[in-house]
């Protein structure tokens, strides 16, 4: 079974620059999520959608973040201006979602990281 | 919002200790997770943990959940160096949400 896919892998720009990310869940996987990890830290959740529909983006800063699931399927997550503080890595994550139950779990992409200069 | 705490944060070893690495949580969950993470490389899932007095074992590792102190426990036995890595715990909200712990980046030394 293929895994979750993200490209690009890594990514560097200026502070101001656009960026985006793609990510490719496992297929069948009707939720996916996108997570902030910053060096040392745990991951945080951005924006988790079901189906092609935001279910939670409490923590995404709107004012410069925005992600989309056209489809239902893949996903991309833009920044656009980048920040300094905007360097991590993001992670995209999916599971069956409500079809699995309590067993909900979740299984991550490789990672892009984000260098803003 | 949930908060989990791990601890320690760092924890050095020597090959063939035991040691526990423990994760807490703020507020009522009934699912917890436990993930690998090598250097420069993304989440393996390690644990999958559904219920009060839960103990999943694979290897020299162990996990156990209690709800009630809202307490899950990553015990290492007799550890070798392959096992040094960062391991976080993850704890379910109610809308299958994961709320991750800071990790805790374990080295294990000959």
């Known amino acids: 079974e293929a895994g979750v896919a993200q490209s690009p892998r890594y990514k560097i720009i200026e502070k101001r620059q656009s960026v985006a990310f793609w990510c490719n869940p496992i297929?069948?996987?009707?939720?996916l999520y996108w997570y902030q990890q910053i060096l040392g830290q745990g991951p945080k959740l951005l924006i988790q959608?079901?189906?092609?529909?935001?279910?939670?983006d409490s923590q995404l800063p709107k004012d410069r973040f925005s992600a989309e699931r056209l489809k239902g399927v893949d996903s991309t997550l833009k920044i656009q201006p980048a920040k300094l503080e905007d360097s991590a890595v993001y992670l995209c994550?999916?599971?069956?979602?409500?079809?699995?139950?309590?067993?909900?779990?979740?299984?991550f992409g490789p990672g892009t990281r984000l260098t803003v200069l | 919002e949930l908060k989990v705490e791990q601890n320690p944060l760092f924890l050095s070893m020597q090959e063939g200790k035991n040691y526990t690495i423990y994760c807490n949580y703020s507020?009522?969950?009934?699912?917890l997770y436990w993930y690998r993470q090598d250097p420069g490389k993304s989440l393996e899932s390690l644990f999958v943990?559904?219920?009060?007095?839960a103990v999943k074992q694979e290897g020299r590792l162990m996990a156990s959940l209690d709800t009630k102190a809202r307490l899950s426990t990553l015990h290492i036995t007799a550890a070798v160096h392959d096992l040094s890595a960062t391991y976080f715990c993850?704890?379910?909200?109610?809308?299958?949400?994961?709320?991750f712990g800071t990790g805790t980046s374990l080295t294990v030394i000959p």
């Open positions: 993850a704890v379910g909200g109610t809308g299958n949400q994961f709320y």
């Open positions: 297929s069948g996987h009707a939720t």
């Open positions: 507020t009522t969950s009934d699912r």
């Open positions: 943990l559904l219920s009060n007095g």
């Open positions: 994550a999916s599971s069956l979602g409500r079809l699995a139950g309590p067993y909900n779990e979740q299984f």
């Open positions: 959608f079901q189906n092609n529909g935001v279910v939670d």
